[in-house]
Each structure stands twice: as structure tokens, then as C-alpha cells.
């Protein structure tokens, strides 16, 4: 009988089990991301980095909700030549490092991505989905054509396995995952935060200085794992979950779902670092005391199920 083994391969990026933190939410420090990874994390992801420093949006970015939190960062970052030097740094660390990049332009896409694969980074999640940004960046979220080009350009620029990551906030989901897959993504991570707004009733003005926000955390979750369902029917590349993820059993489901990993973001601050290894320790026991001994068997197995439910949930409804 074979061994228990968490370790996975997504796309190529090799990690000792399929547990990453989400990007931004433990920013870019190689300190903190390697806390992440010494935490018990497989793989660390960056904050998304862009081709110019920017500083984002003035404060209040972050609200905390009773269900999760809504932010409106706006994309702050030092630029992908200071990130260069940051990444090289965790590397040095021995930490499998994902870099999360944007750019304004496809060209600016293709550039950064660049100057990341020169860095050292084990793979790129191309950020397709940031809610809190106007102008042609935010746009790029619901068009498929342009996911699909810009995609394209960062393949043209590197050989790293190229994750995309995808917004909610589209009508469908698929179709955007269809053409990143066309494009030559190499894996799909679903999903991006969902758009959201808080109000203050005292003072009577939107909470967040963009007034709109992206909202993560268990409320998400949800709503994200539903964007795995679909994406891992819709395309043949691996889908990496990202969304709610709190606790094992949210691993499992995700896994379920259709995910190879998944991505751990607003439940750092309810629970520490010690998530990851709380995860990837339940999904251990998850596994053996249900006879599995690879992760990957694991991964889609509820969409048997899904369609008999769905057919005969079909069968059911009534015609009028
Ligand atoms: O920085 C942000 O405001 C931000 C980004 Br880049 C993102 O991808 N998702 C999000 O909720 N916030």
C-alpha cells in the first residue's frame, strides 16, 4: 500500500502540500512570507506587484464585517524592480514563492513578468481580477478577449507556470477561465474578491475611501468555491481555490470541488499563522481516515454526485 503524501504538483510548481497564503493579504516581506511557509504553508504568494511603485488608495483601505472584511487597497506595491530584489531574498530562504503581478497595458504585463522570471520566482499568478482599480486594469476582470491576449503576452515572456487569477464578478466565469486556458494559462485560481460596499450610518458616507471594496473571508467562500465548480468543468488546466478558506473541512470542500490547492487569505487574522498547518494537518487526517493517499484523488470527486443531483433536481422542477 502506498504512503500518504500531501505533496502535490500544480502545473508545475512542486509544493509539500497544496496550501499557499492569498496574495496581499501578508503583503511582500521575505521575513513574513517565510513565516508563512515555516508555518506549514506549501508555497507563499506575494502581494501583486505592478511595474511602478504605487501607493494606492488613502486610508480607510480595510473594513472588518461581521461575515469577512472589505478592502480597497487599490494595488499599493514598490514596483517590480524593488520586488525583483525581494523575491531573490526568498528565494535564497529555500521558500517555493509565487509572484503576483498586474500591469496597465499588456504590454506592462509582459514586462513585469519578465522581471519576475528573472528574479527566481517558482511560478506568476496573473492578477486579472483586482476589484478596486478604475480604468482599463479594472476592465480586464469581465473581458474574456483581453484575459485571453494579455495571458498570452506573460506565456510569450516566461517559461514559470502562469496561474490566472479570475474575478467573481463576472457574469461567466467560464468563459473568462476558457480563454485565459486558451491564452496559455497554466492553471486557474478562482476567485478574486467579491465586490462589495460598508456604510457608515453615523457619519452617513461610505465607509472605504474608494467607496467600494472587495470583500473575502467566509461570506466569500460560498460564492468561490461555486467559481471552482464551474472553471474545473469549464477548462482542463488545474484550478487552485481561493476564497473563505478558514479550516480543513474548507480545504475538502474546495478539493471537492475541483481545486489541486488552496489559498488562504482573510482567516490569517482570525487565526494566525498556525492556519496553514492547522490545514494541511486536518487534510492529512481527512485523507487517511478516508483511505486516500494522494491529494489529486481527492480533488473533483463531488461532481459525480453534483450530476445526479442536478438531473434529477432537473426532472423535478415543474414546466409552466
Ligand atoms: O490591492 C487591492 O486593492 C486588491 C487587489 Br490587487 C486584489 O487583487 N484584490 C483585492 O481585493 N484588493
Given at each position: ?22 496574495a496581499g493579504?501578508l503583503g511582500m516581506s521575505p521575513?513574513?512570507l ?10 507563499v504568494v506575494t502581494k501583486s506587484v505592478g511595474p511602478a511603485p504605487r501607493t494606492g ?16 487597497m487599490g494595488l499599493p506595491n514598490p514596483g517590480a524592480d524593488y520586488y525583483a530584489d525581494e523575491i531573490r531574498k526568498l ?6 514563492t509565487v509572484a503576483s503581478f498586474f500591469g496597465g497595458?499588456?504590454?506592462e504585463f509582459a514586462e513585469v513578468a519578465r522581471k519576475l522570471t528573472g528574479a527566481g520566482a517558482?511560478a506568476l499568478e496573473l492578477n486579472a481580477?483586482c476589484?478596486?482599480v478604475?480604468?482599463?486594469l ?16 506573460v506565456?510569450?515572456?516566461t517559461?514559470l507556470?502562469?496561474f490566472?487569477k ?155
Amino acid at each position: 500500500m502506498s504512503k500518504l503524501s500531501l505533496a502535490v504538483d500544480v502545473a508545475g510548481l512542486r509544493m509539500r502540500n497544496p496550501v499557499m497564503n492569498a496574495a496581499g493579504v501578508l503583503g511582500m516581506s521575505p521575513p513574513i512570507l517565510k513565516r508563512v511557509y515555516d508555518s506549514g504553508a506549501g508555497a507563499v504568494v506575494t502581494k501583486s506587484v505592478g511595474p511602478a511603485p504605487r501607493t494606492g488608495h488613502g486610508n480607510p483601505t480595510l473594513v472588518q464585517l461581521s461575515c469577512g472584511a472589505l478592502n480597497a487597497m487599490g494595488l499599493p506595491n514598490p514596483g517590480a524592480d524593488y520586488y525583483a530584489d525581494e523575491i531573490r531574498k526568498l528565494k535564497r530562504m529555500g521558500v517555493p514563492t509565487v509572484a503576483s503581478f498586474f500591469g496597465g497595458s499588456v504590454q506592462e504585463f509582459a514586462e513585469v513578468a519578465r522581471k519576475l522570471t528573472g528574479a527566481g520566482a517558482d511560478a506568476l499568478e496573473l492578477n486579472a481580477s483586482c476589484p478596486n482599480v478604475a480604468e482599463e486594469l479594472g476592465m480586464l476582470a469581465s473581458d474574456a478577449c483581453n484575459v485571453e491576449k494579455v495571458t498570452a503576452a506573460v506565456k510569450d515572456e516566461t517559461d514559470l507556470p502562469v496561474f490566472v487569477k479570475l474575478s467573481p464578478n463576472v457574469t461567466d466565469i467560464k468563459a473568462v477561465a476558457r480563454a485565459a486556458e486558451q491564452g496559455g494559462a497554466d492553471a486557474i485560481t478562482a476567485a478574486n474578491t467579491l465586490l462589495g460596499i460598508a456604510i457608515d450610518v453615523g457619519f452617513r458616507r461610505p465607509v472605504l475611501t474608494n467607496v467600494t471594496g472587495g470583500l473575502s473571508g467566509p461570506a466569500a467562500k460560498p460564492v468561490a468555491l461555486r467559481c471552482v465548480w464551474e472553471v474545473s468543468q469549464a477548462v482542463e488546466v488545474p484550478v487552485i481555490g481561493c476564497g473563505g478558506v478558514a479550516t480543513w473541512e474548507d480545504a475538502v470542500e474546495y478539493l471537492l470541488a475541483g481545486a489541486s490547492a488552496v489559498q488562504v487569505g482573510t482567516a490569517v487574522t482570525a487565526h494566525g499563522f498556525k492556519v496553514f498547518g492547522d490545514i494541511a494537518e486536518g487534510l492529512e487526517r481527512y485523507m487517511a481516515e478516508n483511505g486516500f493517499t494522494r491529494v489529486e484523488e481527492v480533488v473533483g470527486l463531488a461532481h459525480e454526485a453534483g450530476r445526479d443531483q442536478k438531473s434529477k433536481a432537473d426532472k423535478c422542477s415543474i414546466r409552466v
